[in-house]
């Protein structure tokens, strides 16, 4: 049901008005942690130190430790997707000033999100993943049924065939 109801209002996006909430914190870690940042590291992916990441975890209630950071020469951002909103924390490799901003776009958006998979992580993958494949064997189930009561009713393959032509021909129509 959550699947059918967050499919439309992804149908229907433009008219639900959502109101973001954007929060922001800045901080600015000890010169000592500061200068562990200066050495730029081999790949541009990597992610925090360690002490810098668990400091931003005590202060900012944030928690960065392991996530790939995007080094430059000036800061390393680390991109924090969500479903339902954003966020995202810059440090500065010079003075250490760290800038950390989400934004949480509403229920209707996490749960569109939800629906799309967007930002869910592995878990909630293999969820969706096993969740269509019941839906499947549901459907397929659901032929044998047809075809072992289509014998009393006939226009169950009719009706059947509906389900099929009306939303071929909406695509071939009206789809462009």
Not at 15 to 36: D, G, N, R, S
């Amino acid at each position: 049901m959550l699947f059918a109801v967050t499919g439309i209002t992804l149908n229907h996006a433009g008219l639900i008005e959502a109101a973001p909430v954007v929060i922001e914190k800045q901080e600015q870690i000890p010169q000592l942690l500061t200068e562990t940042l200066q050495p730029k590291p081999a790949t541009d992916d990597q992610p925090l130190p360690a002490p810098v990441a668990e400091w931003i975890a005590g202060h900012l209630d944030v928690v960065v430790l392991g996530r790939p950071a995007e080094w430059s020469d000036g800061e390393v951002y680390v991109p924090l997707p969500r479903p339902g909103g954003d966020a995202w924390l810059a440090v500065n490799r010079k003075t250490g000033d760290v800038t950390f901003e989400r934004t949480d776009r509403g229920w209707v958006s996490y749960f569109n999100d939800l629906h799309k998979g967007r930002n869910t992580g592995l878990a909630w993958s293999w969820f969706i993943d096993i969740f269509a494949v019941a839906c499947l064997i549901f459907c397929i189930t659901g032929f044998f049924l047809l075809q072992i009561h289509s014998r009393s009713r006939p226009a169950t393959w009719p009706m059947a065939g509906l389900g099929v032509v009306v939303p071929l021909l909406l695509i071939l129509l009206f789809i462009h």
